[in-house]
């Protein structure tokens, strides 16, 4: 979103570049979501403000596996083989998604997942 920010030009198309009518008020929305973008952590994304005082003790994760990720996975190994590609293996991390946060919000977060995977429809 910034890649205009310092030249003031944007892509209009494939390798056409223009300066555009850049306002007061585009450049200070800019430069506050840049300055809001400073205050996140950059590994989980949210405020360092709330790590405070806190360890990685006060936090936890949970990893969530997707059905359809497997499907996809075994779907593609299969094809992977049809193709000549005998050592072709399905990857199980790939339908594995990492979740992270406080401890209370990994316990409703797994509490929940596991109701929605249970729940008869």
């Not at 910034?2 to 300066?19: A, F, H, I, K, N």
């Not at 506050?32 to 005082?53: K, V």
């Not at 979740?99 to 919000?105: A, E, I, L, N, S």
Request: charged share 25%; with cysteine; net charge neutral.
């Amino acid at each position: 979103m910034l890649w205009g920010r310092e030249s003031l030009t944007v892509p209009t198309d494939l390798g056409t570049w223009s300066t555009p009518a850049w306002l007061t008020t585009d450049l200070l929305l800019l430069d506050l979501w840049r300055e809001y973008q400073d205050t996140l952590c950059p590994g989980c994304g949210d405020p360092i403000a709330s790590h405070a005082g806190k360890t990685y003790h006060d936090y936890s994760s949970a990893a969530f596996v997707c059905p359809a990720q497997i499907a996809l996975d075994k779907a593609q190994t299969q094809q992977a083989k049809r193709d000549g590609h005998k050592d072709a293996k399905t990857n199980p991390e790939r339908a594995r998604t990492w979740v992270m946060g406080p401890r209370q919000f990994i316990s409703d977060y797994t509490a929940a997942m596991k109701k929605l995977l249970t729940k008869e429809g």
